[in-house]
């Protein structure tokens, strides 16, 4: 997942990019400007889940794919990009003493780490990390891990339409594009009642978490974003310096003005040059904001 983005920013950019949500699949064709659309689903049709099947309504989902994308000739087969759910997928920041240098040894230790803290079968699912900077001796590495059964259903319909997903990638990992590298900063996600949190200090990303909310309310939001900043100042040594949000509309400045009172942090939104990013299309703007900048 995490390899395909570098990729795909070493050649050409793909013809189109989708992100996909349980409300709909937001989509991009990719030229000298993007084009971007939107068309929602049917209630029911996903189910977005790490440990079963997300496809409930393969029909329905077809539909919309085609819709979005058309039917392209099969011996002209394009690349795309496909921004996964981040309730799909378990991300993790894992911190090793000693990482060995062999890709093959690098994979085998990952999922060796994260046999016991997963509820489905390491060696089968589908593995991507990228190994950050080295830091006082510890080598922090971010690991994407999701049951290929989960991946396959989401590609299959863009390949009956001829696409070809070369990049696969989740949509908090693809929104880090619009936060800025500076600092020590905060990313609190919200996709209906998943919340996904991502603490990174200047460039690295030392944290993430996922997790279902009993419901998208502010006191549930407070509950886990009052835990995580505690354990920033007792892990990282210091206060976070600023909480950025994404998927709170139309509640943004409502959220602001709680999170400020309860986190004592500087609140702002996310932003991107082609709109404000919400909660079915923050992945797809960052990484439309990736191939700008690359």
Do not use: W
């Amino acid at each position: 997942m995490l390899d395909g983005l570098k990729y795909l920013l070493q050649d050409p950019p793909p013809a189109m990019a989708f992100e996909i949500t349980e409300a709909g699949i937001s989509a991009a064709r990719i030229g000298s400007r993007a084009e971007l659309d939107f068309q929602s689903l049917k209630p029911g049709t996903l189910a977005v889940s790490p440990i079963k099947e997300n496809v409930v309504d393969p029909d329905e989902f077809v539909k919309v794919v085609r819709s979005l994308a058309g039917t392209q000739n099969a011996r002209k087969r394009k690349d795309v990009a496909l921004i996964l759910p981040d309730f799909s997928a378990r991300i993790s920041v894992l911190d090793f003493d000693q990482f060995p240098g062999d890709p093959k040894e690098q994979a085998a230790l990952i999922r060796f780490r994260l046999k016991r803290s997963v509820p489905f079968d390491v060696e089968s699912a589908v593995l991507g990390y990228h190994v950050q900077p080295a830091n006082a001796g510890r080598t922090d590495v971010v690991v994407v891990l999701t049951p290929l059964e989960i991946v396959s259903r989401y590609e299959a319909p863009f390949r009956t339409a001829g696409m070809n997903p070369g990049l696969v990638t989740t949509s908090s990992l693809a929104a880090l594009e619009l936060a800025p590298e500076a600092g020590l900063s905060v990313i609190a996600k919200l996709t209906g009642r998943v919340l996904t949190v991502l603490v990174r200090d200047k460039a690295v990303l030392k944290l993430v978490r996922c997790l279902e909310l009993p419901s998208p309310s502010l006191d549930d939001i407070v509950a886990v974003l009052v835990p995580t900043f505690v354990y920033i100042e007792d892990n990282l040594g210091r206060a976070a310096e600023k909480l950025l949000l994404c998927g709170f509309e139309p509640n943004t400045e409502e959220a602001s003005r709680v999170l400020v009172g309860e986190l004592s942090v500087e609140v702002e939104g996310l932003r991107s040059p082609l709109g404000t990013p919400g909660e079915n299309n923050a992945g797809l703007l960052g990484y439309l904001r990736s191939i700008s900048k690359n």
